[in-house]
T-cell receptor, first 111, second 113 residues
């Protein structure tokens, strides 16, 4: 069945470090892929998305590339800030337009 | 533009009590969703409504009922709350032109004692 697997956290980094959060998915066909971010005490916000193979989604310095060969959509940022501390969710859209979420990865960035 | 509004933000219930979580969106979206978020499990879909007048079960519908009151509002009801329903509940909506983007409310934190 459809599923999303992402690395367990928490991921703890110092400010300006490089970030990678891994995400792989299982799905039929080539679904749209998403990264959502949840800041403390808030709902989820769309961070970036990619709708077809080899697309690169980007926003606020974050990037992720849709890799159909490896069924992956890893999130990267070259230099994290304290304000990036949040929980990050990878997700894909199933054929009924329902989102399938990973379990979330908490990122803690220390000054 | 308020987006998706959920009420209440916090609620404590005793086992067996009932309550309704309210959700409203002002983006003229057709589709609305209810999720629950539990530690280490991401978000799981409880119910969704693809359009006014229709509702469908998601991954974890047991113990819940929903009502799509009109295009704006989609409520979630717990008839007899159980401790296993302690969770954070999120409502979301998506529009016809952008079915692949969901907009979320700030959540309702529910504790069932």
């Amino acid at each position: 069945g459809n599923s999303v697997t992402q690395m367990e956290g928490p991921v703890t980094l110092s400010e300006e470090a490089f970030l990678t959060i891994n995400c792989t998915y299982t799905a039929t066909g080539y679904p749209s892929l998403f990264w959502y971010v949840q800041y403390p005490g808030e709902g989820l916000q769309l961070l970036l998305k990619a709708t077809k193979a080899d697309d690169k989604g980007s926003n606020k310095g974050f990037e992720a590339t849709y890799r159909k060969e490896t069924t992956s959509f890893h999130l990267e940022k070259g230099s994290v800030q304290v304000s990036d501390s949040a929980v990050y969710f990878c997700a894909h859209l199933d054929s009924s337009y329902k989102l399938i979420f990973g379990s979330g990865t908490r990122l803690l960035v220390r000054p | 533009n308020a987006g998706v509004t959920q009420t209440p933000k916090f609620q404590v219930l005793k086992t067996g009590q009932s309550m309704t979580l309210q959700c409203a969106q002002d983006m003229n979206h057709n589709s609305m969703y209810w999720y629950r978020q539990d530690p280490g499990m991401g978000l799981r879909l409880i119910y969704y409504s693809a359009s006014e007048g229709t509702t469908d079960k998601g991954e974890v519908p047991n113990g819940y009922n929903v009502s799509r009151l009109n295009k704006r509002e989609f409520s979630l009801r717990l008839e007899s709350a159980a401790p296993s329903q302690t969770s954070v509940y999120f409502c979301a909506s998506s529009g016809e032109g952008q079915k692949n983007i969901q907009y979320f409310g700030a959540g309702t934190r529910l504790s069932v004692l």
